[in-house]
């Protein structure tokens, strides 16, 4: 079974209060030539979650600019999705999970990349 758009989480539920710790790393493009380039793609972040009880993976894209926080500052992630990764083995495959999300950002505060969505025009802007 493949789900082409992940999985949608519920975040309350899946990962309760989310605490920020650290880039954990950046992917990089390749170039043509199969070499590593040094355009950014995406970044992940170590999230402390209470519901789940350990630290988390958030992948962010190299769009969003680069995320520092101060240490355990609340947080949230906007827009989350799960998916998986397997890899065949001798006895079967391997699965890894992993989640992406469109932006992480101090809780209660809106995200700065949503304030550049298009705004609906009013009777009168028509």
Do not use: C, H
């Not at 493009?29 to 972040?45: A, F, I, M, P």
């Not at 397997?86 to 992993?98: L, S």
């Amino acid at each position: 079974m493949r789900l082409a758009q992940g999985i949608v989480i519920d975040k309350d539920k899946t990962f309760g209060q989310l605490k920020f710790s650290a880039l954990r790393r950046e992917v990089f493009l390749q170039n043509e030539d199969g070499t590593v380039s040094t355009e950014v793609k995406e970044r992940t972040y170590d999230l402390k979650s209470r519901e789940q009880g350990r630290m988390i993976q958030v992948s962010i894209p190299a769009t969003i600019p680069l995320r520092e926080f101060d240490y355990n500052a609340e947080v949230d992630i906007i827009n989350p999705i799960a998916n998986t990764v397997a890899n065949a083995t001798f006895r079967g495959a391997d699965v890894d999970w992993y989640i992406k999300a469109d932006d992480i950002v101090l809780k209660g505060k809106p995200s700065p990349t949503m304030n550049n969505a298009p705004k609906a025009l009013s009777d009168k802007d028509k």
